[in-house]
């Protein structure tokens, strides 16, 4: 698809019709999806009031994907999610999951160039590393919106009385599920490694 100069406007009309200003044609959600993959950027909006409803299309493709079978979102996942919403974290949450998904997708990156022999670098180091970086990464998250010094896990683990901080909360919880998949991943590259 040709790179336009900026977003490419879609218009969706009443009858759930869109369509591309940019190349005159009507399009799908099927086409933004491919948009979407290809990096391409593109505003949706309402064709009648000019309102930008971008988010509602793209809640909508997903919507649409986890509907046609392709699950990509599991059961807990999108309970937790719905939880968020009107907690004191949700002025919070939408920027550390997209600071999470940048820095999945960037070892994603690395993890492809590590398994296809591109790079010096080991399996287990780059996973390590990438562990580490998450956790500094959603510990700087949490600082910045908590104004406080970063939550000290060891002694939250000790103490067992549940912290009085959400964030802290909230912390310890994403601690326990990183441990709980590097122990995962550790055990498969163990199988996969023969040990």
């Known amino acids: 698809m040709a790179k336009s100069k900026g977003p490419i406007t879609i218009k969706k009309y009443a009858n759930r019709r869109l369509y591309n200003t940019d190349s005159s044609s009507y399009v799908t959600l099927d086409f933004l999806s491919e948009l979407v993959r290809e990096n ?37 996942f999108l309970r937790d999610l719905i939880s968020f919403y009107g907690k ?24 492809k160039k590590t398994f296809s022999g591109n790079t ?3 399996p287990l180091e780059v996973f390590s590393n990438a562990m580490k970086a998450n956790m500094e990464m959603f510990t700087k998250a949490a600082q910045a ?10 002694a939250a683990k000790e103490d067992e009385k549940a912290p009085s901080n959400p964030m802290q ?10 441990q709980a998949q590097m122990k995962a991943m550790q055990d498969q590259l163990d199988k996969l490694a023969g040990k």
């Open 40 to 76: 391409v950027e593109f505003v949706v909006l309402d064709a009648k009031s000019g309102e930008d409803i971008t988010r509602q299309v793209l809640t909508q493709i997903i919507f649409e994907a986890e509907n046609s079978g392709s699950n990509l979102l599991s059961v807990n």
């Open 88 to 111: 004191s974290v949700q002025g919070f949450f939408p920027s550390y999951l997209e600071m999470s998904m940048k820095h999945f997708t960037d070892s994603q990156e690395q993890w």
């Open 120 to 122: 010096s670098s080991q």
């Open 145 to 154: 919106m908590t104004n406080m010094t970063p939550p000290n896990f060891a």
């Open 169 to 178: 909360s909230f912390a310890n919880a994403q601690l326990e599920m990183m």
